[in-house]
């Protein structure tokens, strides 16, 4: 049985717990594979948001879609990253939130998801929610509860 704080924190909107899109590391879909990389690297995160010229979402990219793209019979195609277009490699099929979207939606997705990104209503970027921000935020509600 769900309790009545528990539904409070279910029904709250998520607009409160976005990490915003300024603070967010992203790519651009035209960007090309090399520069993707080098991003990813230098920021350490597994996966990123792509957006387009409008910041609008478009896909997520991780390194391993970058590294599997060069993969060669014997060696690793180095070479070929300036070509590739991180449109060409990334993920087109993201599970992403409204920014209207309430607190159990969020907890449904990021059981499979280790964030999510954010959209407003005209499908603009506005950041993302991670599963830590909402593992901080059940805690948070537990302990209240006792
Ligand atoms: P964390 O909750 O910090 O462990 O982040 C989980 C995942 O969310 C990271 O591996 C990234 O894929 C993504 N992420 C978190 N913070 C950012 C950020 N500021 N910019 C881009 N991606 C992020």
Redesign the pocket.
């Known amino acids: 049985m769900i309790s009545t704080n528990n539904r409070a924190l279910l029904d709250m909107p998520i607009k409160d717990f976005i990490?915003s899109s300024e603070?967010?590391?992203?790519v651009q879909s035209g960007n090309n594979a090399e520069h993707a990389l080098l991003v990813l690297t230098k920021?350490?995160?597994?996966?990123?948001?792509v957006l387009d010229v409008k910041y609008r979402l478009k896909g997520l990219l991780?390194t391993k879609m970058i590294t599997e793209s060069i993969l060669g019979l014997e060696r690793i195609e180095y070479e070929k990253l300036a070509e590739i277009r991180v449109d060409d490699v990334m993920n087109h099929d993201v599970a992403y939130l409204k920014i209207t979207d309430t607190f159990r939606r969020a907890l449904d997705l990021v059981i499979n998801h280790?964030?999510l990104c954010v959209i407003d209503e005209e499908g603009t970027f506005v950041g993302?929610m991670?599963?830590?921000?909402i593992l901080k935020q059940l805690k948070k509600y537990m302990y209240q509860q006792n």
């Open positions: 990490i603070k967010v590391a992203h920021t350490g995160y597994s996966s990123i948001p991780s280790a964030f993302i991670t599963r830590r921000i």
